[in-house]
């Protein structure tokens, strides 16, 4: 896995590689999160709630703020559990088990720094993507038995302080997504009441306060609580990423991975040795070469030629200009405040616009005269009436699939045709007609059927789109988009097609092995992308 050298990229291909780590991961692994971070989420509504309408004694803030303290070191210790897995699952090795008193005792410590530290990194500014990226490695490092406490603070410091400006771009990006979210989830949680009375004529609690729920301090509160749950699975998934391509800068944990599930056979090792070969030859050849008239040759082509001209240093005036970190900071900042002040405007004048609609008339705590308008009750009949129309139509179509499939079938499928699709037939149904032609001893034409027979396997797998107008090197490029993670099974395809367009287009004889070579690289590719868990195991 090598990291771009531009922040920006390296930054969007993290904020990408997370999305894809938290697709491949388990739900059991999401409930390590949620298990510790839901309790701690409800205690500070409950809380905030008690703060803001019943001020509560110092004795019962006393209390409630220890209680919200073994909640914060309980969530660390879940979040710390969590970022261990996904680390384990992106270096493709077991997990590390530590002792649940130094795992209490590490994450009781960081937890009741960081409130504080975020909010002198906070208002200072400048700190605070090494900070957030601090904590988050120093969770990823907490189940590391071969770390002590010192040495996990140390190691998270180090990895914080690399490439400050990737760390800059991933907050700017992860803070816009968490307020998207928050908008998000408030809009609904406003919306739901009035539309569940709209639509069932239940009046609730929630329905009848109109404005007032709204403007509660607990809604607020709940709308960024649930967004944070929402979210904060992925920032640390995507401070996993990061850690792990900056530890491989280190130790080289990628290669590991990666030959961790990778098989050597005997042809892979000799064509090794050839690379190898090849590459001592060419520095025999490049060691005599005199360095003199290269430096020459070297000089020459520099001043003749244009094309290299981006290594040369930038223009000294370029030097006077700010840093473009405090720039990009200073367009982030005036963007969000930008966005964050019209979203809040058009979120206020939405709820206001429909709070304003469906003021209740009657009086406090009575029944609504009418639970249903009828323009509302003929809006539903249409909409039920059009779904039955709509299953209806699906019914029959189903009725007549077989119909269509038979005709379809009964149409002959020449192999010897150039515009033939593998999508005419099913994969059975192909192997057929290749059996067929090694009964007969065409080979060539047994070969094209068993090619068509796995391009209808991926087709029917949507690892690849079939369509008359693409080429082979289009479905190589298809495979290679959708199984990025699948290397083995992406090089027994390519093997496959220049077997293939050596044998049809080409001049090359095809024998009974080549066509069983063919064969047995369609069964273990099938096998590997049919199986992901047992690949990445």
Same mark, same amino acid.
Not at 47 to 65: G, H, K, L, M
Not at 500 to 517: P, Q, S, T
């Given at each position: 896995m090598r990291e771009p050298r531009d922040s920006g990229s390296a930054a969007l291909s993290a904020l990408e590689d997370a999305v894809h780590l938290l697709r491949r991961t388990p739900l059991s692994t999401l409930l390590l999160h949620w298990v510790g971070s839901a309790p &701690?989420?409800? %205690?500070?509504?409950? &809380?905030?709630?008690?703060?803001?309408? $019943?001020?509560? =004694?110092?004795? *019962?803030? /006393?209390?409630? =703020?220890?209680?919200? *303290?073994a909640l914060l070191a309980w969530m660390n210790c879940w979040r710390a559990a969590f970022a261990g897995r996904l680390r384990a699952q992106l270096g493709g090795g077991a997990e590390s088990s530590v002792g649940v008193w130094r795992m209490a005792g590490c994450q009781s410590l960081l937890g009741a720094s960081k409130p504080i530290v975020l909010l002198l990194a906070l208002l200072i500014v400048f700190p605070l993507a090494q900070t957030v990226a601090f904590y988050r490695y120093a969770s990823v490092l907490a189940c590391r038995a071969d770390l002590s406490f010192r040495q996990v603070i140390a190691r998270a410091s180090k990895l914080a302080g690399i490439e400050r400006a990737q760390s800059w771009v991933v907050l700017a990006a992860i803070a816009f997504l968490q307020s998207i979210v928050t908008l998000n989830v408030a809009t609904a949680i406003g919306i739901l009441p009035q539309l569940v009375r709209m639509l069932t004529g239940y009046e609730s609690v929630f329905s009848r306060g109109g404005m007032s729920y709204v403007e509660n301090p607990l809604f607020a509160m709940t709308a960024v609580a649930v967004g944070w749950m929402a979210v904060d699975p992925y920032i640390q998934a995507v401070y996993c990423v990061m850690y792990f391509r900056r530890e491989s800068l280190r130790s080289g944990e990628d290669l590991r991975a990666a030959l961790r599930g990778l098989r050597l056979a005997a042809p892979a090792a000799a064509a090794l040795l050839c690379v190898f070969a090849g590459f001592s030859r060419a520095a025999r050849a490049a060691d005599a070469v005199a360095p003199e008239p290269l430096r020459q040759s070297i000089q020459q082509t520099l001043q003749e030629g244009h094309e290299y001209d981006w290594r040369l240093p930038a223009e000294t005036a370029a030097q006077g200009k700010p840093s473009w970190i405090v720039s990009m900071v200073d367009r982030a900042f005036h963007g969000l405040a930008w966005a964050m002040q019209h979203a809040g405007n058009a979120l206020t004048n939405l709820l206001r616009w429909i709070f304003g609609k469906l003021t209740i008339k009657d009086a406090p705590g009575a029944a609504p005269a009418q639970a249903l308008s009828w323009g509302i009750c003929l809006a539903t009949a249409v909409i039920l009436a059009l779904a039955g129309l709509l299953v209806v139509r699906i019914l029959r179509a189903r009725r007549k699939k077989p119909r269509v499939a038979a005709v379809a079938m009964a149409v002959p499928v020449r192999l010897e045709d150039e515009h033939v699709t593998a999508d005419r037939l099913p994969e059975d149904q192909w192997i057929e007609m290749a059996e067929s032609c090694l009964r007969e001893r065409n080979y060539r034409l047994a070969l094209r059927a068993f090619y068509l027979a796995n391009l209808a396997w991926l087709g029917r797998s949507e690892w690849i789109a079939i369509h008359a107008g693409k080429t082979n090197r289009e479905y190589e490029g298809d495979l290679r988009r959708r199984a990025r993670e699948f290397a083995e099974a992406r090089g027994l395809f390519?093997?496959?097609?220049?077997? &293939?367009?050596?044998?049809? $287009? %080409?001049?090359?004889?095809? *024998? *009974?092995?080549?066509?069983? !070579?063919?064969?047995?690289?369609? %069964?273990? !590719?099938?096998?590997?992308?049919?199986?992901?868990?047992? /690949?990445?195991?």
């Open positions: &701690f989420t409800l %205690g500070v509504l409950l &809380f905030w709630n008690d703060i803001t309408q $019943y001020r509560p =004694s110092n004795a *019962a803030c /006393v209390a409630d =703020s220890l209680a919200l *303290a390519s093997q496959n097609i220049a077997s &293939f367009e050596r044998a049809w $287009y %080409g001049l090359h004889e095809v *024998a *009974a092995d080549d066509v069983e !070579m063919f064969r047995e690289r369609n %069964g273990r !590719m099938k096998t590997l992308l049919a199986q992901p868990e047992a /690949v990445a195991a």
